[in-house]
């Protein structure tokens, strides 16, 4: 079964640092561009940033506003995806989604999702 | 960055009756090398994470049924539900790909009129 399972969530104070990670099953992971979304409670979808496969040089982007204290990583040999989230304000608080790109297609959408682990952020 | 707007932000619709959400971008999302629209859709019931409904506009994911299609081109798309059912009650989302940063619509919230 194809799968996708964050985890590391939590409650953080503002300021601290928190990593999240997203461990795949079912299929080959390091064909495929993972992306991370979040949503924050009572609000819409925002996307927080992509890294392609090992096929385009593990090239990440990022939502400007996150100001650069987000980082995206990989490790293929372990099917893992990685959220480091530096600085941490209140409004980061969120349930965090990791999913997988249609890569193989070139759809750019996104086809498996987790079901997403909490950020609480607060004193 | 594109602008997703959808609308309405909310709307109710008999049971068996047809559904239409609408979508624009504040700049065209289509690929001219691709000849693509790359142009995504989603359903999101409460507690749970997005589906993938639509891609490339009008291209119905696996397993998503028949009733949803997609269509539209460059900057205006829809999404119907021929018939609805109960189960589609849910949030939709758009969903740009064309440009880096991936943006998406507000969503629009589907009822049972």
């Known amino acids: 079964e194809v799968q996708l399972v964050e985890s590391g969530g939590g409650l953080v104070q503002p300021g601290r640092s928190l990593r999240l990670s997203c461990t795949a099953s079912?299929?080959?992971?390091?064909?495929?561009?993972m992306s991370w979304f979040r949503q924050a409670p009572g609000k819409g979808l925002e996307w927080v940033g992509i890294i392609r496969s090992k096929a385009y040089d593990e090239r990440t982007d990022y939502a400007a506003s996150l100001m650069g204290r987000f980082t995206i990583a990989r490790d293929d040999s372990k099917s893992i995806a990685y959220l480091q989230m530096n600085s941490l304000i209140a409004d980061d608080t969120a349930v965090y989604y990791c999913?997988?790109?249609?890569?193989?297609?070139?759809?750019?959408?996104?086809?498996?999702w987790g079901q997403g682990t909490v950020v609480t952020v607060s004193s | 960055d594109i602008v997703m707007t959808q609308s309405p932000d909310s709307l109710a619709v008999s049971l068996g009756e047809r559904a239409t959400l609408n979508c624009k971008s504040s700049q065209s999302v289509f690929h001219s090398t691709d000849k693509k629209n790359y142009l995504a859709w989603y359903q999101q019931k409460p507690g749970q994470p997005p589906r993938l409904l639509i891609y490339w506009a009008s291209t119905r994911e696996s397993g998503v049924p028949d009733r949803f299609s997609g269509s539209g081109s460059g900057t205006d798309f829809t999404l119907t539900i021929s018939s609805l059912q109960a189960e589609d009650v849910a949030l939709y989302y758009c969903q740009q790909h064309q440009d880096i940063p991936i943006t998406i619509g507000q969503g629009t919230r589907l009822e049972i009129k």
């Open positions: 999913s997988r790109e249609k890569t193989l297609t070139r759809a750019r959408a996104f086809d498996i």
């Open positions: 079912g299929f080959t992971f390091g064909d495929y561009a």
